[in-house]
């Protein structure tokens, strides 16, 4: 099929195709007035209920916890993929290359954000129960922590720093920590995930209980997943680049 | 009465759906392919906000008679997108593994499957 015939049949489908999405959508009540009764349920459940201020993360964590874990599964399933696609190059090949960037002050300073960002990613998974953030979120930052090593000092510290022997362990360590703990509450005649310990003091760190601790292996199955994969494709650029 | 939000999820969803249709390069379709999951994004928070709704987290403001957007679909868009990024990581080792087998990343030009 030609390209100029298969773009004029996509045209005529996607007519259709969108056709019937807004005359679906169209029947949805309008923007802001849609008053959804399970999101109510929980802005008044997870307070009391959890003893978690942010709602977002009670549905992540608790309420809708197995569907995460498959979320969570599907981040460590990719992360295993592009390791296995891209095993050709091993981490002793590129153990030796420096690729360092040839200024000071840029390396001084980003090893300085390095640091910041770190601090900034461990809050945001820290305090996920309380304000904005959580494992998922903090992990993806934390992750860029070493990525910034990186960019802006060198290839071989940030190898030494995060090379596959780190991360994957890390990732590890985390998804199976999650399905751990979804485990012991089965084990003691809960539900899946559901919290078994005490709920401690509203709006303290350490409020929430187990759902805090799903929340910090969260965070690192996100973090290891996230590292992982820029390792392998870092790997992959500098072998091409050097070539190894 | 106002739909204009969802209607910009329809028009993302088929920006991306010709962009995979009409694309010579596999790094540009996993843009596109991403650009398509943006959409429902936009559509899962456009459903979530309530007018004058503040975010549902209740670390110092009172649980009752308070207007907050819909926190589930906002946790569906949260663990979406950072799964959506693993996802384009693979899709893009994909792109180099197909590259280093045809040397070609146009799909028009990878022409048959081989062992």
New interface residues.
């Given amino acids: 099929m030609s390209?100029r015939v298969?773009?004029a049949l996509?045209l005529v489908s996607?007519a259709g195709?969108?056709a019937f999405?807004?005359w679906g959508?169209?029947g949805?009540p309008?923007?802001?007035?849609?008053?959804?009764p399970?999101?109510?349920l929980?802005?008044?459940l997870?307070?009391?209920q959890r003893h978690i201020?942010?709602?977002?993360?009670?549905?992540?964590f608790d309420y809708?916890g197995f569907d995460?874990m498959g979320?969570e599964l599907?981040?460590f399933g990719?992360?295993s993929?592009?390791v296995m696609?891209?095993r050709e190059t091993r981490d002793e090949d590129v153990a030796d290359i420096v690729d360092r960037v040839r200024s000071d002050a840029t390396n001084a300073l980003s090893l300085l954000a390095a640091l910041a960002v770190l601090v900034v990613g461990l809050d945001v998974v820290a305090h996920g129960l309380?304000?904005?953030g959580?494992g998922?979120?903090g992990?993806?930052v934390l992750a860029a922590a070493f990525l910034i090593v990186f960019l802006g000092v060198e290839f071989f510290a940030y190898n030494r720093l995060a090379s596959t022997s780190f991360g994957e362990p890390v990732e590890a360590f985390g998804a199976g920590g999650y399905v751990g703990l979804g485990l012991v509450s089965l084990a003691l005649g809960l539900a899946f995930l559901e919290n078994f310990m005490g709920l401690g003091t509203f709006?303290r760190l350490t409020s929430g209980g187990s759902v805090l601790l799903v929340n910090f292996s969260s965070g690192l199955a996100?973090g290891g997943?996230?590292l992982v994969?820029f390792n392998?494709?870092l790997q992959?650029n500098m072998a091409a680049r050097y070539g190894r | 009465?106002?739909?204009?939000?969802?209607?910009l999820?329809?028009?993302l969803?088929?920006c991306g759906?010709?962009g995979i249709?009409?694309s010579r390069n596999l790094i540009h379709i996993t843009v596109c392919v991403s650009i398509c999951q943006s959409a429902t994004y936009v559509?899962l928070l456009?459903?979530?906000?309530?007018?004058h709704?503040t975010?549902?987290?209740?670390?110092d403001i009172p649980?009752?008679g308070r207007t907050?957007?819909?926190?589930?679909?906002?946790?569906l868009t949260?663990?979406?997108i950072?799964?959506s990024?693993?996802?384009a990581?693979?899709l893009?080792?994909?792109a180099?593994?197909t590259f280093e087998h045809h040397h070609s990343l146009d799909p028009?030009e990878i022409a048959g499957l081989k062992g």
């Fill in positions: 390209r298969r773009i996509f996607v195709v969108s999405l807004l959508l169209a949805l309008s923007f802001g007035d849609y008053a959804g399970y999101g109510d929980i802005s008044n997870a307070k009391p201020a942010n709602a977002v993360t009670a549905v992540v809708r995460t979320e599907i981040l990719a992360a993929s592009v696609l891209l309380l304000t904005p959580g998922f979120q992990g993806v709006g996100v997943g996230f994969i392998e494709f992959e | 009465m106002s739909y204009l939000p969802y209607a999820s329809v028009w969803f088929a759906l010709y249709v009409s559509l456009a459903i979530g906000y309530r007018k709704g975010a549902p987290i209740f670390s649980t009752k907050v957007v819909d926190p589930i679909v906002q946790s949260l663990t979406d950072v799964v990024v693993a996802v990581a693979l893009l080792t994909f180099l593994k028009a």
